[in-house]
């Protein structure tokens, strides 16, 4: 089970990522692009995956993963955040973040270089 909390913690742990309110809700960014956003209970999510991994979550796992509202076409998984493996949401928001960064910050944050990369 993963808590709303859990999720924010992960999204946050990534270089230069923030949390911004969007549309009532908290979205998560880098460098203002969108790679992730929670709905205002904190019981489901929206990782922007690709579109053959949201293919294969949401048949491995209807009860947890369904393809995005709006924003599913470009490859983006709703998730059911009570039902999912906080380990796999973990790998699927790191690289969601790792798919919007820029490759410097993306380079920086892989050598464990925890400052702004202009």
Known sequence: MLSAEDFRDVALNLLESEEVETWGHPTFRVRDKMFA????DGH????????EEQEALVA???EVYAVAD???RFG?????????DPKEI???VR???RRTAPKRLVSAHD????RSVQ
């Open 60 to 62: 491995a796992n209807p």
């Open 70 to 72: 709006y924003v599913g």
């Open 90 to 92: 973990g790998e699927l």
């Open 44 to 51: 489901r999510a929206t990782i922007k995956v690709s579109p």
């Open 95 to 97: 690289e969601a973040w």
């Open 76 to 84: 983006w998984v709703s998730v059911e955040l009570r039902g999912a």
């Open 37 to 40: 956003a929670m709905d205002g």
């Open 111 to 114: 050598a464990g270089e925890f």
